[in-house]
């Protein structure tokens, strides 16, 4: 069984304590990726494993300007990040896609003047319809 510290860890960006942990295995090589939902901060290793010692191959650190997660009607997506500042269309999609489309997610955008994300759109609760059926 696999400890709760070991799925997520704190965002060395805005602090959050529950950045999220993905790990993905091939043949020898693996990858674990950390991605702050809040504001977008991403860390990146993967590791070679010849005969079952692990050697880093790579590790990138990005910061971030921000995140959103789009659930498409009837679907399931995960969280992504903005490692530069997303464009004027980019959040007008997104926006749309939430208040026209019926998706259901968030969008947060880092704001440098406070140093913190700030949510933009939608609600990084919204799972569900507001009457609870879907």
Request: net charge neutral.
């Amino acid at each position: 069984m696999q400890d709760l510290s070991e799925m997520h860890e704190k965002c060395s960006q805005c602090g959050f304590d529950y950045a999220r942990i993905d790990t993905e295995r091939w043949l020898d090589n693996t990858a674990r990726r950390v991605m702050c939902p809040v504001c977008g901060w991403t860390r990146l290793e993967e590791h070679h494993w010849p005969d079952g010692v692990p050697r880093l191959v790579k590790r990138t650190e990005s910061f971030g300007f921000g995140a959103y997660r789009l659930v498409p009607p009837g679907g399931y997506s995960g969280y992504n990040a903005f490692h530069s500042s997303p464009d004027p269309e980019v959040i007008e999609h997104i926006r749309e896609l939430l208040n026209k489309k019926g998706w259901k997610g968030y969008l947060t955008l880092w704001d440098q003047s406070v140093g913190r994300a700030r949510l933009v759109e939608g609600s990084p609760l919204q799972k569900f319809d507001a009457n609870g059926t879907k």
